[in-house]
Structure formats: C-alpha cells, structure tokens
C-alpha cells in the first residue's frame, strides 16, 4: 500500500536484514588469501588473490540443486602467473566476474552438477547496502548490558543484550574476555573506535573469549559490529561469534567462529561455518520526495473524472 502525504510516500524498502545470516564470508573488496580455508559459502566483492592452494564449501550440505558457493566479482588467482589450485566442495558453483589468471585452476568436487559460471554482470551492490544499514542499526541500539574489568554482563530477561563498548578497554594484551548470563540470546557487541588514531584497531596478543563466548550456539547469536573501525587486525585472536566490519579492511591468522563480513581480509584465518542467527534487524521504511510533476498529473486525473462525469 502506498501512502501519500503533503510532500512524500512511504514503502517498504527491505533495506535492512540479516545479509550475515546468509553467508559464511562476505567481503566487499579484495580476499587476500594466504592460507586456510572458508567453509561455508563466500561472496568477494573484488579479486581472489591466492598464490596458495585454497579450498571453499567443505562443510555445507551436499544437496542435489548446486547453489553458488563462491562468488568473486572481480579476478581469480595469482596475477603473477603461479600454479593455484582452487577448490570448491560438495558440488556446489563457482561465479566470477572478471578473469581466471594463468595457471590458476577452479576445481569442482563431489557431484557432476557444479558449474564454473563465468558472470561478467555480477554485482554485490544490493549485500553492500545491507551491511552499511546493518552496521549502522545495532550500532544505533541502546545498551542493555554492562561492561567492566574483563567481564560482560546481563542478568534481564530481554531476547536481544547489547554491549556498547571501546577497543581501547577490551583489546589489550592478555585480556580474558567472558560473556555472561546470556544463554539462549542474541548478543550484540558494538566496539567503538573512540581514541583511536584513523580509527584503526590492532588487537594485542594474548586475548582469550571465555564463558558465554564459547560453543556453537554462541557462535551463531553473538555479533562483534565494528560500525567505525577503518582498520581492523585481529592477529591471533580466535574470534568467537560474528564480525560485522563493513568499512574496515582486516587482517589475521587464527580462526573464525561465525560468520565474516569486512571490507577486505589478508591472512590465513580458517573461516568456520557458522553464520548469524540472530533477532534480525526490522525491516525499514524509506520516505523519498514526490516529484511536482506527480501532483501535475493527480491534479489532471481528477479533472479528467470529474468532466466525464458530468
């Protein structure tokens, strides 16, 4: 339905949803590939560069429809020239937009239904915009949880605990981190680049995830939404739960438990297959300005009904 005002309308413009539920690894820009592997699927705005063997889709289901389980826009493989081989598990696809560099070869397994799908109309502009509403919605929600010395804390009863916290506080060398009284709930940590030169975050080592930040479940509710951060390298940490960061270029080389959503990725990180399962954000409503022309022609409609019918 569409409802119309003195100056403009109203619709439902779905801008906002849970793009990060659906895949294991989302990049905007580059994947800088050094080692490891994603296991689920994984959408790359720009270049595949790997001169390192690379393996996608190992855990997802082998079904009997093929889905694309690896999109890359842009090129493929090491533009220097060197032998890569690249895997894509459980007879699923491989789409790219731009080219496959000599010597890289795209490796199908696990069924006779994949395809190498060669689109050079691919576009990720429509999950590009999701991930800015997204990042900008939770970062937008009220704390509801607290903070302090290590330990992250709720004792409500709400469905969804955000934590509004800083880089700077959580980040340093040899912190243990522990999420607590927040089973069965949808987690929400909004880290703040607040102090930070160029808003650039560089984790120090030694960082454990503790308590509530560990097992499955938790890997699929809890979100880490760097809605500011430029730069983000996680070193070492093994990070538990989902990364939001779609403004930040990132680096690391331990694991993901959760689902990866960043401007860039460099390292060797193994991408577990895990996605995020949490309270999606609402679906918005955009207001957007009628033309003059629009109250021309309404104006001309009504005159023409009113004439035939008299």
Known sequence: MVVVGLASYAYDANSVENTIGKHNLILIEDYNFTGGDVQGSAVIGGDLNANVAAEFGSRLENTDIAIDAVTVVGNVGDVNGGNVQIRVLKDNNFVYGGQIYNNTTIELNDGDDAQLIHNPAVSIADIVAELHAD?????????????????????????????????????????????????????????????????????????????????????????????????????????????????????????????????????????????????????????????????????????LVYRRSR
């Open 135 to 303: 990042t900008a919605y939770y970062a937008g929600l009220t704390a509801n949880g607290t903070y302090a010395n290590g330990q992250f804390n709720y004792s409500g009863t709400e469905d969804q605990v955000v934590f509004n916290v800083e880089a700077k506080d959580i980040f340093a060398q040899n912190s243990n981190l522990s999420l607590n009284g927040t089973s069965g709930r949808t987690v929400i940590i909004n880290v703040a680049t607040n102090g930070l030169t160029d808003n650039e975050i560089v984790l120090g080592g030694g960082i454990n995830l503790n308590n509530g930040f560990n097992g499955n479940a938790a890997f699929s509710s809890v979100l880490w939404n760097f809605s500011d951060a430029t730069r983000i390298d996680f070193g070492s940490l093994n990070v538990k739960g989902s990364v939001l960061a779609p403004y930040a270029h990132t680096f690391g080389s331990a694991n993901v438990d959760g689902a990866y959503a960043a401007l860039s990725f460099t390292g060797a990180r193994e991408f577990h297959n895990f996605t995020f399962n949490g309270d999606e954000p609402p679906t918005s409503t955009v207001s957007v300005p009628v033309p003059p022309m629009f109250w021309f022609i309404l104006a001309s409609a009504i005159a």
